[in-house]
């Protein structure tokens, strides 16, 4: 697990409340609460799902950044491997594409 989970809990759950928030009206934070609550949403997935989104922010960009940096700034940011945040974006795109 990453050592910095609670920043990234708190990350995801602000970015989920807004576009909840946005379907929903307010009062969207118990949506997620209870989301959490019964077990719907865990640290992995959301750590995932901030990873998939930071990359796909950078490639957006108008940067020079190699896909590499990308990946390295990435598993600095996350304190994960660079393998790992590899496999993350693969995976996913793997699975997106099929």
Avoid: P, W
Avoid at 59 to 68: A, E, F, H, R
Avoid at 78 to 91: A, F, K
């Amino acid at each position: 697990m990453v050592q910095d989970t609670k920043d990234h809990v708190q990350q995801f759950n602000e970015e989920l409340i807004l576009k909840i928030t946005d379907l929903c009206g307010k009062d969207s934070s118990k949506v997620v609460n209870t989301l959490y609550g019964e077990g719907l949403l865990d640290n992995n997935s959301i750590r995932n799902y901030l990873i998939r989104k930071d990359f796909d922010e950078a490639l957006k960009k108008d940067s020079t950044d190699l896909i590499k940096h990308i990946f390295i700034d990435l598993s600095v940011k996350y304190n994960i491997s660079i393998r790992q945040t590899q496999r993350i974006v693969y995976d996913y795109m793997k699975r997106k594409c099929q």
